[in-house]
Structure formats: structure tokens, C-alpha cells
């Protein structure tokens, strides 16, 4: 199936056409900046843009940077305050015109991981982190999705997880990579003593430099970056899409 996937994120708003038979993209990537103001309108013009450019009429995977729950924003961390408990799917729909789907962004990078990437068929607990403007969370045991959580908002020696090694941070204080893969390195042992892993697969800026930050992090679990990288949010946008898509035409 084709899915128009679009990834609402911190910085940009990326997009493509996804065959979700195989998670490849089927179209040039596009992306336009994220706006300063994230007020519902100002997202809403945007995401019309991007549906206007690829001309499409079919069904839509969109992910924010928030928890959702059956298309319901549970909280505002990095959007407008105006989004809490609004009903995001269905305003993109009326915009759109399209059946929307709309996911967590960490949530829907870890589905494209599981389904088609680096977490394929792996058993016991996977942990899938969005390293980027926050760090996002998405946990898997057996590859089924415990949705929503949210570990870069654990507190660690007095500090969110994502204020000390998100990638924001790095660029705001000018950190050397090899320093703030060691504030990465105390995030990343702290999971592994509340949860005991098996895996890590880390989506999002980070992971499209993972050969120069990774080698720096000294832990026990497998570390990998994300077979998506960046693109992970997009393909599992529309991955979110098509298994809602179903169950509504079944
Ligand atoms: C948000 C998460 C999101 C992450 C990455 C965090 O600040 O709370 O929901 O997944 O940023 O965008």
C-alpha cells in the first residue's frame, strides 16, 4: 500500500510517499522548517502544504513530538500549549480531506525499526530512542509497542534525561561529541538499570552521525542506530496508518 508519511518534528517537517510493504520511500523526501509558532493553524497550513505538494488523496500518517492517544495530544512539551487534548487527527483530516492517523514520533520510528529495520524479529525488550531536538522512547517487548512512554523525561542526578544529552543541548552548549557522548553514555546506563534491555536502536539527528558518537559510549547492551535513521518517523507514520486504515475497512 501507499501511505504519504509525515514527521512533525522539533526543527522540520519531513515527508514522503512509503510503500509499507517494505518501508522504502517512493518519493523525493520533502521538508520545510518547522514553524517558530506551533499554534494548531500554523501546523495545520503547513501539513496542507506538504498534502498539496504530493497531490495526495489517499490515507495519512502523521506523527508529533507529544504522546497521543487515539489521535488525542496528551501533552505540549514542544508544541503550542493550545494543542493539549485536542482531537489532532481529526483537524488534519478536515484539512486534509484524507483518513489520518496520528502517532508519537518515537513511537513511529520504533514501528518502522520492528517491522522492517535493525529490531526485525528480535525477542525481549528493544528500546528505541529518538535522539533530536528531545530524546522520545519507544519500548517493545516481543515486538509488541508499550505506546507513549516517555524516558527522556526521567530525571537523572536532578536532571531531565532530555536537557542533559538531547542533540539540541549539544548544539546550545557547544558540546565535543566525545563529551556528550558520555552525558548519552549516563542516559543510556541509567535505562539499563531501570530496564534491562536487550537492545537500543537510536533514530533521529543522532543516528545519521552515529559512527562518530557512538564509539565514545561505554555500555553493556547492544548499541545500533536506527537501519531508517532519520527517516524512521516518516515510515512508520505511514506504517500506523495503514494498520489503522484496515482495521477501519475490515
Ligand atoms: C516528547 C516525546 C517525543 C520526544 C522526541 C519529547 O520531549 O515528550 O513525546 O517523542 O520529545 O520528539
Redo the contacts with the bound molecule.
Sequence with gaps: MEILGIDI??SGIKASLVDTSTGSLLSERYRIPTPEDTSPHKILARVHEVVKHYSWSGPIGIT????VRNGVVL?T??IDSSWLDADASTLFEEITDCPVTVV????AAGIAEIRFGEGRNHKGLVIVL?V??????ALFMNGVLVP?T?L??IEINGISA?VRASEKTRVEEGLKRSKWAKRLELVLSSYEKLFHPDLFIIS?GLSNKADKTFPYIDIKTPLVPARFLNNAGIVGAALCAEDQFNNKVV
Design positions: 518534528g522539533g508529533l513530538p507529544e504522546p501533552s512539551y514542544n508519537n514520533d518515537a513511537d529518538t533530536g531536538t528531545g530524546i522520545g522512547s507513549n516517555e527522556g523525561h532530555r533521529g
